[in-house]
């Protein structure tokens, strides 16, 4: 039985916004199919489950019945799985898409990789959303039928091609007295590592190897609640920060990218967690900032750009 080796990547400039997705099949080394498409609007999480679908229709159309997908996108990576429910109704029928073709193969195996490994699936999506055209050569193109319209706003639907139209997110909007007019809430929790670093170019002792308790806290915000009244679950969110800090515990943070290349500073270090917790969380929220604390007096706090 040959295996075939998917890596798919899917991104978003704004969260929702502009979107791409891409996906590289390569055989007995060899590389056999590739492609990029540009989505309408969507989130990063859409646009994952999008490459997914495009590059799992491409395997079945070359004729593999054995396939290990790589995709770098934890949340993905754990919903297939099964380590993590989707709770997201937008997410849902994308899910229950994918599901479907993997069981058109006799094996499958869904890893989880880091994002350096999977350069080439992510060029492709920008490409095409630079473009915003198809490019690579791909066996099967995308179904178009996978979206209507766009997927960023609340009452926006997503056609999957089987079974009609569905919400792109299940969000009721509380009532204006209880919904406190146009607020937002906000959302924090809290976690640590322990690790060691050295910073490059450093003019002191820090540019030396040296440890820290790192200290985390995150703050997602929303100005919608969910259909119980919770903008976020705090154990949902305690489980997304977790899987983000996994690969810095206990760890020497230079070796780990992009800090093989960037500087491992409090400032890079609270941005590149941003954004990597902003690709697990449910895309109804958005990261509004990270603190970390190198000691328990000096903090630094990061806050990303509002689209």
Not at 69 to 92: F, H, M
Not at 96 to 117: D, G, M
Not at 242 to 249: F, Q, R, S
């Amino acid at each position: 039985m040959t295996r075939a080796i998917l890596s798919t990547d899917g991104g978003s400039r704004g969260n929702p916004g502009p979107a791409g997705a891409g996906f590289v099949i390569v055989v007995n080394g060899e590389t056999v199919s590739s492609g990029g498409w540009p989505l309408p609007e969507c989130t990063n999480n859409v646009a994952e489950y999008a490459a997914l679908i495009w590059g799992l229709e491409n395997v079945i159309a070359l004729g593999y019945d054995d396939v290990h997908v790589r995709t770098d996108s934890e949340l993905l990576a754990r919903q297939i799985s099964g380590r993590y429910r989707v709770k997201n109704a937008g997410l849902k029928p994308l899910f229950a898409k994918t599901l479907s073709l993997l069981r058109e193969f006799e094996r499958f195996e869904v890893e989880h990789v880091p994002r350096e490994q999977n350069a080439h699936a992510d060029t492709l999506a920008n490409e095409a959303m630079d473009g915003c055209c198809l490019v690579g050569d791909y066996s099967s193109a995308p179904n178009e039928g996978l979206f209507d319209g766009h997927c960023a706003e609340a009452d926006t639907l997503i056609d999957v091609g089987s079974g009609g139209a569905v919400p792109a997110m299940s969000v009721r909007a509380m009532p204006a007295d209880d919904a406190g007019a146009a607020g937002t809430y906000g959302l924090s929790v809290k976690s640590h590592f322990d690790a060691a670093h050295h910073l490059y170019d450093y003019p002191g002792e820090c540019r030396a190897l040296h440890g820290h308790t790192w200290d985390v806290e995150v703050t997602v915000e929303s100005s919608e609640l969910d259909e119980i009244g919770l903008v976020y679950d705090f154990k949902s969110l305690k489980a997304d920060l977790a899987a983000v800090l996994h690969d810095y515990d206990h760890a020497l943070i230079n070796e780990i990218a992009p800090f093989d290349k960037v500087s491992p500073t409090a400032e890079n270090l609270a941005r590149v967690i941003c954004e990597r917790l902003q690709t697990v969380v449910s895309p109804r929220v958005r990261v509004k900032e990270v603190a970390v604390w190198e000691s328990p007096v000096a903090k630094l706090v990061y806050r990303p750009k509002v689209p």
